[in-house]
């Protein structure tokens, strides 16, 4: 089993930054996916970034590109979210995910582990 833990949530004005956090402890060898959900109020849970532990190109949701940032520091078994130039829309619940598989995949529905999220609200 691989634990996932987020921080870093927090309530930012529009154009603010902000990094999430997602520590994983457990058996992490057999994560090899890692990617980053988020519910907003009265949404489904969607997409927002995804990449393997071991490197490559990082997949992102199209409302994101450009302005957040997926990485993994495998030293410290976690992963972050660099997210910037933050808006109104970007509100929700965020959670990060791992998944057995070596594919960067979108599907909530693919991903074996999850944490129990962390809040962002942007508002002025």
């Known amino acids: 089993q691989v634990q996932l833990v987020e921080s870093g949530g927090g309530l930012v004005q529009p154009g603010d930054s902000l990094q999430l956090s997602c520590a994983a402890s457990?058996?992490?060898?057999?994560?090899?996916?890692w990617a980053w959900f988020r519910q907003g109020p009265r949404k489904e849970r969607e997409f927002i970034a995804a990449t393997r532990r071991s490197g490559g190109s990082p997949q992102y949701a199209v409302s994101v590109r450009g302005r957040f940032t997926i990485s993994v520091d495998n030293a410290k078994n976690t992963m972050y979210l660099q997210m910037n130039s933050l808006n109104v829309d970007d509100t929700g619940v965020y959670f990060c995910?791992?998944?057995?598989?070596?594919?960067?995949?979108?599907?909530?529905?693919?991903?074996?582990?999850w944490g129990q999220g962390t809040q962002v609200t942007v508002s002025s």
């Open positions: 457990g058996r992490t060898s057999s994560a090899y996916g």
């Open positions: 995910a791992a998944r057995r598989g070596l594919s960067i995949v979108q599907g909530a529905d693919l991903y074996d582990y």
